[in-house]
């Protein structure tokens, strides 16, 4: 399995910005995997923010996060990235960068269900204030 650790977490006032970052600890190529990042307000589902499969870049938002979130692999530093713009007091939750195998959703930039992918971070939160 590959290690993954999220950082950048942190609180912020609405309107705000925050950038997570999740590190690969091992040497494995993710090039074809399925990359995300979900989170999970207290109470509530995990949920999907965005996907991407980094062989071919092809992304997935979240209704709720398109236009203000952008998520990026940066292959070198074996990186996935989330920057977050105009946060919102309902992004409040915990972060998680995931990984899985080739899926035939992530690939065409459709939704790709928790339970496709495999590796998990711990999480970092994310709180944003009124």
Same mark, same amino acid.
């Given at each position: ?12 006032? #609405?309107?705000? &910005? @925050?950038? /997570?970052?999740?590190? !690969?600890?091992?040497?494995? +190529? ?45 292959? #070198?530093?074996? &990186? @996935?990235? /989330?920057?977050?713009? !105009?946060?919102?007091?309902? +992004? ?39």
């Amino acid at each position: 399995q590959v290690g993954l650790v999220e950082s950048g977490g942190g609180s912020v006032q #609405a309107g705000g &910005s @925050l950038t /997570l970052s999740c590190l !690969s600890t091992t040497n494995t +190529d993710n090039t074809r995997r399925c990359m995300g990042w979900f989170r999970q307000a207290p109470g509530k589902e995990r949920e999907a923010v965005a996907t991407i499969y980094p062989y071919n870049t092809v992304t997935y938002y979240d209704a709720s996060v398109k236009g203000r979130f952008t998520i990026s692999q940066d292959n #070198a530093k074996r &990186s @996935l990235l /989330l920057q977050m713009n !105009s946060l919102k007091t309902d +992004d409040t939750a915990m972060y998680y960068c995931a990984a899985g195998p080739w899926s035939s959703s992530c690939v065409v930039g459709l939704a790709t269900p928790a339970n496709a992918f495999d590796n998990w971070g711990q999480g970092t939160q994310v709180t944003v204030s009124s």
